[in-house]
């Protein structure tokens, strides 16, 4: 039988986070968003609830949660802000499943563990200013002389460069294969704002998700020991992608609880407001918003969830967690640009949360593969051009 109930355990941790959210964070969020301020105290307030290490093992400094439990953190962050489920995605996300994965034992010790424990902060940079969804076109290059690596390149549009301690980061190792666009070529790295020649900055034109982070880091000959290299040399672009398998799953809880803030937000205001003599919510026209809000709302949640009851079972998950993805941030566009509908003039001013919500939806739209990349994908699956191959290293299954 299909369960479809939370266990008592993803419930507690669900209400835990919800009355965090409503009572820490989402008094001040307007103002963090009109001040384009990243507060670095929530980040602590995150790290104290083990938020940061939710689906890393205890023996690594996590909280030894399951990927249900990471799903439902990033559904509660995103319904108070954006920005909050952003630090998940490439924290939690991105960076430490995939350091868990495919790190060594010397690696988790020296940057799982603290990253878990949320004393080091984490990121991923594979984009770059002539680069992001044709990966092959990365610029960067890491060139082995002796036992180190001498990184070079431009990473753009990183979430939380200007406040990350540890960077994942992507670059050619084979020259040759660069010049052929092979992305056997491309291998990762871990590295550290200390190295010497690294150096960040934010992006202050950015028009969305302002209480959150977002930037560019610059590596002039970085000097990364070798035994930074995440996985092989070679396996870069693999571990970019599973990378984006555990940040896409984040996205598309997140994506879920934003639809919800939408819907709850309408229906408020919906019963509040009058015109012709009776509460916008009477007017068909007005409900119908409201259904599809909560539509979307089901139908993303259930796929995030079979995506993270996959990752439970240790199965490759690539095709659901893609789907996911691609469904809950369109919706949440549709979602958004209607609440501020329902909204009408109010809704066009930021002295109510839908202006937000309009902004920051779109970023997901356009971060870990694009609507048409994602698209392109399932299309791909369904004619049987893409099939997902076992990989020499998936997520640890978590039994409970
Ligand atoms: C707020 C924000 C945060 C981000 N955080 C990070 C981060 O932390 N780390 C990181 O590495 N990156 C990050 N990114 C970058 C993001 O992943 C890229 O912007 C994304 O991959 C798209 O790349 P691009 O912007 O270069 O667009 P392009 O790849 O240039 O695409 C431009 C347009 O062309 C379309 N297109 C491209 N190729 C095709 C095709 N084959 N068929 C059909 N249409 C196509 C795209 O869908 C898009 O509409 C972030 C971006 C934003 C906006």
């Not at 439902?72 to 996300?93: C, K, N, P, Q």
């Not at 969305?208 to 610059?218: D, E, R, S």
């Not at 698209?375 to 004619?383: E, G, N, R, S, T």
Request: charged share 25%; hydrophobic share 40%; proline share 2%.
């Amino acid at each position: 039988m299909i369960d479809f109930d939370l266990t008592d355990e993803h419930q507690l941790l669900e209400n835990s986070v919800r009355e965090w959210g409503a009572r820490e964070v989402a008094p001040r969020i307007r103002e963090l968003d009109r001040e384009h301020r990243f507060d670095k105290n929530i980040l602590t307030q995150m790290a104290d609830m083990g938020l940061l290490g939710c689906s890393v093992p205890q023996e690594y400094g996590g909280a030894g949660m399951d990927y249900i439990s990471l799903g439902i953190v990033s559904e509660e962050l995103e319904y108070v802000d954006t920005s909050l489920r952003v630090i998940m995605s490439v924290h939690a996300g991105l960076n430490c499943l995939s350091l868990l994965t495919w790190g060594t034992e010397d690696q988790k010790q020296r940057y799982l563990v603290p990253q878990a424990q949320g004393k080091k902060i984490a990121t991923y940079g594979l984009t770059e200013p002539a680069a992001g969804s044709d990966v092959r076109g990365i610029q960067t290059v890491a060139i082995k002389k002796g036992d180190n690596y001498y990184v070079t390149g431009e990473k753009m549009w990183i979430s939380l460069a200007d406040v990350a301690d540890n960077f994942l980061v992507f670059a050619w190792t084979d020259l040759e294969k660069k010049k052929n666009r092979d992305t056997s070529g491309i291998s990762a790295f871990i590295i550290e704002r200390a190295f010497k020649g690294f150096s960040s900055g934010t992006l202050k034109e950015k028009w969305g998700i302002l209480a959150g982070n977002t930037g560019f880091f610059k590596m002039d000959e970085v000097e990364v020991p070798a035994a930074n290299l995440l996985g092989r040399e070679g396996e870069g672009f693999k571990i970019a992608m599973f990378a984006l398998d555990q940040g896409r799953y984040t996205v598309a809880a997140g994506a879920t609880g934003l639809i919800r803030a939408c819907r709850d937000a309408s229906s408020k205001y919906a019963l509040e407001r009058e015109t012709f003599g009776q509460r916008i919510a009477e007017h068909q026209l007005v409900k119908e918003m409201l259904a599809h809000m909560e539509s979307d709302y089901q139908a993303s949640r259930l796929l995030w969830l079979r995506a993270g009851a996959l990752k439970n079972a240790g199965r490759r998950n690539t095709r659901e967690t893609g789907l996911a993805k691609w469904f809950s941030t369109v919706a949440s566009e549709r979602a958004a640009g209607d609440s501020v509908q329902i909204h009408g003039a109010n809704g066009y001013s930021d002295e109510y949360p839908v202006g937000r919500f309009y902004r920051n939806c779109k970023g997901a739209v356009i971060y870990e593969g694009t609507r048409e990349i994602h698209k392109l994908m399932q299309a791909d699956y369904v004619l049987g051009f893409r099939q997902d191959k076992p990989l020499r290293c998936e997520l640890p299954a978590i039994q409970k």
